[in-house]
């Protein structure tokens, strides 16, 4: 059965560091996703992705974030500099059409010191 | 803006007994609901799926309903097992750009 996939499971990384989180969406989904939870908390929303392009972010997605689709299959969450608070287990989601349901990969947890 | 919550934050029950978890949202206009399963420090796995205009969803021991009007889903879980102890999500969907709102969750431990 087709399932999202994530790199890497778990990343350290220091404050003020560079990190990319990639992603491998269902190979015929067509809207991608990235959400995080903090430990002991909701699951948030970041952002969606559809056709190369943001279709909408949240407030948590300032200018430290982005994403990509760097070729057909990889997609990717970097964050530029990162911050004690951005600890937390980032998950990628993808469906084939809007309102379709989202399958979610097995996690990145990201713990910054 | 959307809320979700799911009550009981946490229930514990001994195996084979039928259950039922809530959960709420604010805002009626939604596209649909999602329930999920997730184990301890793994991912989201989806469990039913409910589109606004359906009413209820079964797959094998699980049976979700929705009340939109009333903004009530309910998860019902017939015949507990230990296997089915983990932390169940729900979360709605506008639709617009499908970005999910999840609720807290509900903890579930089924006793032998």
């Known amino acids: 059965e087709p399932e999202v996939t994530q790199t890497p499971s778990h990343q350290v990384t220091q404050m003020g560091q560079e990190v990319i989180l990639r992603c491998v969406p269902i190979?015929?989904?067509?809207?991608f996703y990235w959400y995080r939870q903090i430990l002991g908390q909701k699951v948030e929303f970041l952002v969606s992705?559809?056709?190369?392009?943001?279709?909408?972010k949240s407030e948590i997605f300032d200018d430290q974030f982005s994403v990509e689709r760097p070729d057909g299959s990889n997609f990717t969450l970097k964050i530029r500099s990162t911050k004690l608070e951005d600890s937390a287990m980032y998950f990628c989601?993808?469906?084939?059409?809007?309102?379709?349901?989202?399958?979610f990969g097995p996690g990145t947890r990201l713990t910054v010191t | 803006k959307q809320e979700v919550t799911q009550i009981p934050a946490a229930l514990s029950v001994p195996e084979g007994e039928n259950l039922v978890l809530n959960c709420s949202f604010t805002?009626?206009?939604?596209?649909?609901l999602q329930w999920f399963r997730q184990d301890p420090g793994k991912g989201l796995t989806s469990l039913l799926l409910?589109?606004?205009?359906?009413r209820e969803q079964t797959s094998g021991r699980l049976n979700a309903s929705l009340d939109k009007s009333s903004g009530r889903s309910t998860l019902y879980i017939a015949a507990s097992q230990p296997g089915d102890s983990a932390t169940y999500l729900c979360?709605?969907?506008?639709?617009?750009?499908?970005?999910?709102?999840f609720g807290t969750g509900t903890r579930l431990q089924v006793t032998l």
């Open positions: 992705f559809y056709n190369n392009e943001i279709s909408e």
């Open positions: 989601a993808s469906n084939s059409d809007r309102g379709y349901e989202q399958y």
């Open positions: 409910i589109q606004s205009s359906q």
């Open positions: 190979s015929n989904h067509l809207y």
């Open positions: 979360a709605v969907d506008p639709g617009t750009a499908s970005k999910l709102t």
């Open positions: 805002d009626s206009a939604i596209y649909n």
